[in-house]
């Protein structure tokens, strides 16, 4: 039997292309820890959960806390006005229209859905969608336009059924530790992804959003968002009231429901928030967060989503503490004013200081903690920011020894299709593994591209085992004659590259803050200081240097 088992593996692993979906599903199968049944779940009460009904409802009810304002409101007349003022407004008649839906829209959207995303609550999947008769799309159109003329967002396009991922590290008999991944309707998106565009259109094309705000981690949400907040800031920024009004009643009487194993929760309300995957919700919570405020006394603020760092250089700690706990106070009023709530906890304070030959002291003797709404903001040696572990001396030293445990799991993981003994072709296994490895090993390399090569060498060392165990190769191949054989460029090489592109885009960015950033001077070779442009002229390692002259030899014994 397991002989069987063996051939048909290595028959699979012989045929399998780049394109073939198996590809992909070995990857992902070998990458994760698998299935793992959801123990029971503790209840508020310590009373436990234990069939799936019961789970199904308890995670249910701690999704529909989170999408609720669960703290009393900071000001009660704030929030009053606020709601009476987005109720008066919202009852008159639009004074604008909207450019109306074409056909050319429609299939275009159509055409770019995903056909293996699962469908929502109505049942119908993006194949089906895809397939749609030329008639089909046209009574689509005229749904569209009917639903702008009227400024209405059909009630099944907001109903989600949600299904629970068990967070990373967290205890699994936790209901809190479950992340909520919504399924919404694909018909429902295609007409979010039409406000979209011309909400889009108008936020940018009138260069209302803020330069602090950097991004937003598509499928996420913010919870908290309180929607009169929201419609009320929509006005300020004179957004066409036709579209503040489909986007009003788009946010109203939405529901959920929790789906686990085949069984389904009680249907609940969500109370605050903007919904998780739709394709609006990182708009608005731009959106929403678009008048938080800057500080006047130097401090900077930078904004990735619902990620939020305040910034400040200075000649001490004791110089630098008081405006950064100024501008941490400022935002702290902000934030309960407009019904966000700050997890404490989560917050951390880094000190980065460059001293030549001694360690930097990270908070000078006497200087206090920072403190958010009376709890203290730890200072911390490390702290991972955006999926970069910075360090007090930006060594970079814990960031490239985490990736490089995380790379060395995947290998391990992908062994059987990457080691010596494996039938899979060399071609399949270099992409194997620059989709899974390499990208773990230079995510973010810009940023960590300049550290030191000794410890930049540690990544390499990795690239070399794979170059040799997939090549099965005698130990007296050089390392650079397999780079050379499996086209692939040196770790130090890639990294290179990748910052002389970010480099050159960031400096011509629309973004004055990015452009400012990436185009300073970087400091000479002898500084003891170096910062990521060091890379862009340093001279290429003697690593390096083998493998680009034995790739030209082999171009020109090609030619």
């Known amino acids: 039997m397991f002989e069987v088992k063996n051939e048909e593996w290595s028959n699979l692993m012989e045929d399998i292309s780049p394109t073939h979906q198996a590809f992909w599903k070995v990857t992902k199968a070998l990458k994760s820890e698998g299935y793992l049944p959801t123990p029971p779940l503790k209840k508020p009460d310590s009373s436990l959960a234990v069939d799936d009904l019961e789970k199904a409802e308890c995670i249910a009810d701690s999704i529909e806390l989170q999408c609720s304002h669960t703290l009393p409101p900071h000001d009660i007349q704030h929030i009053t006005h606020i709601e009476e003022e987005v109720r008066h407004k919202t009852s008159l008649d639009p004074l604008d229209d909207l450019s109306p839906v074409s056909r050319d829209e429609v299939q275009k959207l159509v055409k770019g859905l995903k056909a293996r995303k699962a469908p929502g609550l109505d049942g119908i999947s993006n194949k089906v969608i895809?397939?749609?008769?030329?008639?089909?799309?046209?009574?689509?159109?005229?749904?569209?336009?009917?639903?702008?003329?009227?400024?209405?967002?059909?009630?099944?396009?907001?109903?989600?059924?949600?299904?629970?991922?068990?967070?990373?590290?967290?205890?699994?008999?936790?209901?809190?530790?479950?992340?909520?991944?919504?399924?919404?309707?694909?018909?429902?998106?295609?007409?979010?992804?039409?406000?979209?565009?011309?909400?889009?259109?108008?936020?940018?094309?009138?260069?209302?959003i803020i330069n602090e705000q950097f991004g937003f981690r598509p499928n996420h949400s913010c919870l908290q968002v309180w929607h009169a907040g929201l419609i009320h800031k929509l006005y300020l920024l004179k957004v066409p009231d036709r579209l503040i009004l489909i986007i009003h009643n788009y946010l109203t009487d939405r529901h959920f429901v929790f789906k686990h194993e085949n069984t389904h929760s009680s249907k609940r309300k969500i109370r605050a928030g903007v919904p998780q995957g739709s394709a609006l919700s990182p708009l608005l919570y731009s959106v929403y967060t678009n008048d938080i405020p800057r500080s006047s006394s130097g401090v900077q603020l930078a904004l990735f989503a619902d990620d939020t760092a305040l910034y400040l250089r200075g000649q001490t700690e004791r110089s630098?503490?008081?405006?950064?706990?100024?501008?941490?106070?400022?935002?702290?009023?902000?934030?309960?004013?407009?019904?966000?709530?700050?997890?404490?906890?989560?917050s951390a304070a880094i000190s980065f200081l460059y001293r030549v030959g001694r360690s930097p002291i990270v908070v000078a003797r006497g200087t206090p903690p920072l403190r958010i709404n009376n709890a203290p903001i730890p200072w911390q040696h490390t702290y991972k920011y955006l999926g970069i572990t910075l360090d007090r001396n930006l060594h970079f030293r814990d960031h490239i020894k985490r990736v490089r445990k995380t790379a060395i799991f995947y290998q391990s993981?992908?062994?059987?299709?990457?080691?010596?003994?494996?039938?899979?072709?060399?071609?399949?296994?270099?992409?194997?593994?620059?989709?899974?490895?390499?990208?773990v090993l230079t995510y973010a390399s810009p940023v960590f591209a300049h550290a030191a090569p000794n410890r930049l060498k540690k990544l390499q060392v990795l690239q070399n085992k794979f170059c040799r165990t997939a090549t099965d190769a005698h130990w007296c191949v050089k390392n650079s004659v397999?780079?050379?054989?499996?086209?692939?460029?040196?770790?130090?090489?890639?990294?290179k590259d990748a910052s002389e592109r970010f480099f050159s885009i960031a400096e011509s960015h629309p973004n004055p803050l990015l452009s400012a950033a990436a185009s300073y001077e970087a400091p000479p070779p002898y500084h003891f200081i170096r910062r990521p442009r060091n890379i862009i002229t340093d001279p290429p390692d003697d690593f390096t240097a083998e493998v680009e002259r034995l790739r030209d030899l082999n171009k020109q014994n090609d030619d």
């Open 413 to 439: 993981r992908l062994k059987g299709m990457l080691g010596r003994n494996s039938k899979l072709s060399l071609r399949n296994k270099r992409t194997l593994y620059l989709m899974c490895i390499r990208t």
């Open 320 to 346: 630098i503490y008081p405006l950064l706990q100024m501008a941490i106070e400022e935002l702290a009023r902000w934030f309960q004013t407009w019904r966000i709530e700050v997890n404490a906890e989560k």
């Open 130 to 208: 895809k397939c749609f008769p030329t008639t089909l799309l046209s009574l689509l159109v005229a749904i569209f336009n009917a639903c702008l003329k009227n400024c209405y967002f059909p009630p099944v396009w907001k109903e989600a059924e949600i299904i629970g991922i068990p967070k990373p590290g967290k205890p699994r008999n936790l209901p809190a530790s479950y992340r909520p991944i919504s399924l919404l309707s694909g018909l429902g998106k295609i007409y979010e992804k039409i406000l979209k565009t011309r909400l889009s259109d108008y936020l940018f094309g009138k260069g209302l």
């Open 482 to 495: 397999l780079h050379r054989d499996l086209d692939l460029p040196s770790i130090r090489k890639y990294m």
